[in-house]
């Protein structure tokens, strides 16, 4: 299957800093991507669905001005958590949608990057 | 209420034994739906996807089976290793849904035990 990668995989930052992560797919070009979120053994909750070329489209009760999403190309959307807090630890997963026509486009998901904010 | 309810939530087997996990979906007009697989901090892998068409889809040691009149589906997982050991999380596609977004079951966490 298709790869997406996600940089970095882990990190861990002090309250009010800004943390930037990448999301690639790495074998094809996706137009649009998406960010996800999943707290302990709970299932992933969309945040935002990234188009290449326009603004993110973000789900109910997800900031916009937080989390801030750029498309910059049909390999590259980045996610930057600004001025995080402690509350805003989570897994974050992003998927970038593989165009294979009809019933079967697929989602590749990238391996998810844990932020820790202390 | 969530489109995808899973169940069980959890279970554990012993290792070599089969398992069997359910999916039932509201979710509709329906395009397609998905098995997957996530190990503890990884993103989820597909397993499977069928379309309303297709009955069983196999993978290996994984069969899934998908009734689009009851909408039902199932998970089979035959002669479990340690390393099935995961959360495995069925996801259902809105058909002519311009957003393409997916419904997420809450997914069934499997232990394998020696």
């Known amino acids: 299957g298709a790869v997406v990668s996600q940089h970095p995989s882990r990190v861990i930052c002090k309250s009010g800093t800004s943390v930037k992560i990448e999301c690639r797919s790495l074998d094809f070009q996706a137009t649009t991507m998406f960010w996800y979120r999943q707290f302990p053994k709970q299932s992933l909750m969309l945040m935002a669905t990234s188009n290449e070329g326009s603004k993110a489209t973000y789900e109910q009760g997800v900031e916009k001005d937080k989390f801030l999403i750029n498309h910059a190309s049909l390999t590259l959307s980045t996610l930057t958590v600004t001025s995080a807090h402690p509350e805003d630890s989570s897994f974050y997963i992003c998927?970038?949608?593989?165009?294979?026509?009809?019933?079967?486009?697929?989602?590749?998901f990238g391996p998810g990057t844990r932020l820790t904010v202390l | 209420k969530n489109q995808v309810e899973q169940s069980p939530q959890s279970l554990i087997i012993l290792e070599g034994k089969n398992c069997t996990l359910q999916?039932?979906?509201?979710?509709?007009?329906?395009?397609?739906l998905r098995w997957y697989k996530q190990d503890t901090g990884r993103g989820p892998v597909s397993l499977t996807i069928?379309?309303?068409?297709?009955n069983t889809k196999s993978n290996g040691r994984y069969t899934a089976t998908l009734d689009a009149d009851t909408k039902q589906s199932s998970l089979h997982i035959t002669a479990s290793q340690l390393s099935d050991s995961a959360s495995y999380i069925c996801?259902?596609?809105?058909?002519?849904?311009?957003?393409?977004?997916?419904?997420f079951g809450a997914g069934t966490t499997v232990t394998v035990r020696a």
């Open positions: 998927s970038a949608r593989f165009l294979a026509g009809g019933p079967l486009d697929e989602q590749f």
């Open positions: 996801v259902v596609t809105k058909a002519r849904s311009n957003d393409y977004k997916l419904s």
């Open positions: 999916c039932n979906y509201t979710v509709s007009p329906f395009s397609n």
């Open positions: 069928m379309t309303f068409s297709e």
